[in-house]
């Protein structure tokens, strides 16, 4: 991946700031503070960080399925506060931790679209966009629930394509699933960003993915950025990394809150 700040960016994250509000006598939370990141097209961004680091927040943000509060993220230089959530949400799919599907085989639940979203669901384009995410046509008519754990996730992706997104967003995707399924996500993904020019972000609490997903990582902390750069220079024996970071990529351990910055 080129340096990000050379690159034209499709996602620019300016100074973003997200607070909880107060309720039931509970203070105001301050979950992302003064947040700088971009993502060019094709690219790849990973976040990662101790659990309540505000990872899966920040990711939520980019299609608004949580606001944004103080600051501004751009979408291909337009401020997403000005877009319509419908129309940002097919722009950014969102592919969710556990894969969402539903009764009946893989063809329906790869016809499930929101009113008013028309797409080309023909049987080409269905074995095609399975096709894109390494499974068989054949599959269209499996009982969707019979799916493998890594074919089910596989799915909800290529439900994710038919929409032609910009972006995908994806929350843990692999954390459900064995090493070499992981792996056949991470393939998936690598031939989207090469083949469509997809760009890609997301959340993740497995140095192995994070590693092999490649890219740039977003390292946080208590809601701040401890941590930017490409994957490829934060070797685990890289002095200037921060220590949390390096032992996270060397799998040794998942940073905690408590861990020494």
Known sequence: MSDAASSPALIEVDHLSV??????????????????????????????????SGKSTLLRCFNRLAEPGRGTIRLGGED??????????????????????????????????????????GEPRLAAVLQEVGLDAALLDRDATQLSGGEKQRVTIARALLGDPQVLLLDEPTSALDPPNTARVVEVLTRLCRARGMTVVAVSHQPEFVRALGGWVLYLVKGRVKAYAPVSVLDASDAQADSGLRAFLAGVVEPTEGSPA
């Open 19 to 52: 607070t909880q509000p107060a309720a039931g006598g509970r203070p105001a939370t301050v979950v992302l503070q003064d947040i700088c990141c971009q993502v060019e097209p094709g690219g790849v961004l990973t976040l990662v960080g101790p659990s309540g």
């Open 80 to 121: 997403i506060r000005q877009l319509d959530p419908r129309q940002l949400r097919r722009r950014a799919a969102m592919v969710m931790q556990t894969p969402v599907l539903f009764e009946g085989t893989v063809r329906d639940n790869l016809c499930l679209r929101p009113p008013g979203h028309t797409l080309d669901l």
